[in-house]
């Protein structure tokens, strides 16, 4: 197995009284899908927001690629190679496709635009996602369907050759169809050597496309397995606490 | 109607690859150009479309009921009297688009010409006009950087900063104006902006000069995107475009170096204001378009979050804006005091409305994100023409009033129910 490419160890948070993360561990390998599962409150989300670098740990160790890491701020999260896709989707309605996936970083040549630049790179992006859902990459997000605009979040996100890919609840809220495609996209993102982290509560999804489940419960990773080598019901159990894991980790 | 550019089809496995598959909206001729506009129409994208229309039916509607309305005079007594309220509607464009307001851009105005006139007079101060002028444009400036702290920084929502600046800049303005209550502008240069023209030859130049510009910028655009390796709309579109701006622009100054004068005296060509103005809604479409302020402006106001989230710094842009639309009001300042001739206590208190009902005519949308410099342009001719129409027509008063609050609502009306129909479409996916 490979190295992992982050690795948290004993990472705690608190605000104020309330300890939220209570030492936890956690691996991400380069090409394999991590799910993140836990019921509300679990710390999921203080847990991926300090590898963002939005809120930083208290406490703990984190390793990106081997080496030690601070994550004090985005920035420092983005220039490592740290995407992450939240579950609002952070796009803007009124700007094209393009200009969304380009928004913050976009190509310029004598202090104005290169659109063509940019139109070219957002194209190539979505091709090799195998993304064949969008029209044109200059059409409105507006004017773009739940899934489409999932697609466009991760495309995003994969532009600027991101190493690790966090992905908040990609699933939540969309149909059918269109949660097949963006799981279908999401292990294409695995395909191309992404560590992606995905957070889920939906336990269908998770067994679907995950190589790992890491369980968080109440600010504890109480479990780390190998999704081939684990049922849904344990996971569930792990998830209310009701169950106990005792093997090895995966 | 069928579009493969903008109707994307939704597949379910999403596994196959097909090569190519991802259109720029570029491709095709004329025809698919033209039935892709049509979609982006149909589906809630209208732009200046409901406003030039508007202008259009006014101007039939007025040269039916009026014999003066066509007439070269009225014709350039209209462009000089829209030219305030154009500049105006184009600094509110700036903050409008963020989904902030700023009520105090005419009083803003209003201080900063009574600074000028106080201390440019030649009875008192008697400063050099041009100092007096930079003077007062830095005074907008620094009014912008004032309201975008409270805005920006502090973040009280804009409507409640700018109105409290409403009325307190007519207080300021009092003092600064003093007891005097009225200065003339004695500057022949200011006079000049309205009140002059250009020689008949100077609008033929003007236009050339706008045609070389488009089709410089084009061309270069064309050789910027082929060397990206990516298609370009055809280029028939560009002369299409030409064609249209020569027609268009053939006709006024044709009409506008036609002899106006009514005495010995022959008046004729385009008013000095009109290359002043085309020149800085130009450059303001320029940033807006063209550079990372500008779109990061039109980010900011789609969705503030996904800005900050993309690292860009939202107190910032919202800083700038209000800054750059305080400064233009200023220049809106200078075009009402040089049509007007005087600076009094009351200066520019009327307008701001106004300025913002100008931007929303033409199709900016007052949640911000949505609309374009040419669009409070053109937003605000045809609120001109209302004006000047209807008081050819020597009706009261409060007709002028009534209808152009009427041409207020309906605008906002045909912009709702177009964000209905786009969002129609997006809920039948």
């Known amino acids: 197995m490979d190295a992992p490419i982050i690795e948290l160890t004993e990472v705690k948070k608190s605000f104020g009284p309330v300890s939220v993360l209570k030492g936890v561990s956690l691996k991400v390998y380069p090409g394999k899908i991590t799910a993140l599962v836990g019921d509300n409150g679990a710390g999921k989300s203080t847990l991926i927001k300090g590898l963002a670098g939005v809120q930083p740990y208290d406490e703990g160790h984190v390793t990106f690629e081997g080496e030690l890491v601070g994550l004090h701020n985005p ?37 104005t635009f290169d659109e063509g630049t940019m ?18 990459v200059r059409q409105k997000v507006s004017s773009l369907s739940g899934g ?29 169809a269109q949660t097949e495609q963006v799981l279908a996209l999401v292990k294409r993102l695995a395909e191309r050597g992404v560590g992606v982290l995905m957070i889920s509560h939906n336990l269908a999804d998770v067994f679907e496309v995950a190589d790992y489940i890491s369980v968080l419960y109440l600010g504890q990773m109480v479990a780390s397995v190998e999704a081939s080598k684990t049922t849904r019901d344990d996971v569930v159990g792990y998830i209310t606490g009701s169950k106990t894991y005792t093997e090895a980790t995966a | 109607m069928s579009v493969p550019e903008t109707t994307p089809t939704l597949d379910t496995t999403g596994l196959v690859a097909a090569p190519g598959l991802i259109g720029s909206g570029q491709d095709g001729g004329v025809r698919d150009q033209v039935t892709a506009y049509i979609q982006r129409v149909r589906s809630g994208e209208m732009g200046a479309l409901p406003a030039i229309a508007g202008f259009v039916v ?53 201080v900063a010409m009574s600074l000028f006139v106080v201390l440019s007079n030649p009875g008192g101060i008697n400063m050099n006009w041009l100092l007096a002028l930079l003077i007062s444009l830095a005074a907008g400036l620094a009014i912008g950087l004032f309201i975008g702290f409270f805005v920006a920084r502090v973040g009280i929502p804009s ?49 050339g000069v706008i045609l070389a510009v488009s089709l410089v910028t084009a061309l270069l655009d064309r050789r910027r995107r082929a060397r990206a390796g990516v298609s370009s709309r055809t280029i028939a579109l560009l002369w299409i475009r030409l064609a249209l701006i020569a027609a268009i622009g053939g006709f006024v100054i044709a009409q506008l170096n036609q002899n106006r004068g009514t005495g010995f005296l022959a008046i004729s060509g385009v008013p000095i204001v009109v290359p002043i103005t085309l020149f800085i809604l130009w450059a303001g479409t320029f940033v807006l378009d063209r550079t990372k302020f500008g779109r990061y402006i039109y980010s900011v106001g789609g969705n503030p979050e996904a800005a900050r989230r993309a690292g860009i710094k939202v107190i910032g842009i919202k800083w700038a804006a209000f800054a750059v639309c ?15 001739g005087s600076v009094d206590a009351a200066f520019g208190r009327d307008i701001v409305l106004s300025g913002v009902a100008a931007a929303v005519v033409g199709g900016v949308s007052l949640f911000g994100g949505r609309g374009r410099l040419i669009h409070g342009a053109v937003g605000a001719l045809v609120i001109a023409v209302i004006t000047n129409g209807l ?26 129910v177009s964000r209905v129909r786009a969002g129609g479409s997006l809920s039948r996916r």
């Open chain 2, 326 to 340: 305080s400064t233009l009001a200023v220049v809106s300042g200078v075009f009402s005091a040089s049509k007007v």
């Open chain 2, 159 to 207: 409507f409640v900063v700018t109105l409290g600046l409403f009325l307190g800049f007519q207080g300021l303005q009092l003092i600064i104006i003093g007891d005097g209550g009225l200065y003339r502008i004695q500057q022949p240069q200011i006079l000049a902006i309205q009140n002059s023209n250009l020689p008949t030859w100077g609008g033929w130049v003007m236009l």
């Open chain 2, 58 to 110: 006014l101007c039939v509607l007025f040269s039916v009921l009026s014999p003066y309305f066509l007439t070269e005079r009225n014709f350039a007594n209209l462009l000089t009297q829209a030219a305030t309220l154009v500049m105006l509607a184009m600094a509110l464009v700036f903050v409008i688009l963020l989904g902030e307001i700023d009520l105090s851009a005419g009083v803003t105005s209003g």
């Open chain 2, 391 to 416: 008081g050819l027509l020597n009706l009261p008063g409060g007709v002028n009033f009534l209808v152009t609050g009427g041409v207020l609502i309906l605008a906002a009306t045909v912009d709702a």
């Open chain 1, 75 to 111: 920035r420092e999260a983005s220039h490592l190679g740290i995407e992450v896709v939240y579950q609002d989707l952070a796009l803007c309605d009124n700007l094209d496709i393009v200009q969304n996936m380009f928004l913050g970083r976009e190509e310029t040549l004598h202090g």
């Open chain 1, 148 to 176: 489409q605009r999932q697609t466009v979040a991760i495309a995003r996100s994969v532009l600027k050759s991101a190493k690790v890919v966090i992905l908040d609840e990609p699933t939540a809220a969309l149909g059918v």
């Open chain 1, 119 to 136: 139109e070219r790179e957002a194209s190539e992006t979505l091709r090799s996602l195998s993304v064949r859902t969008v029209g044109s």
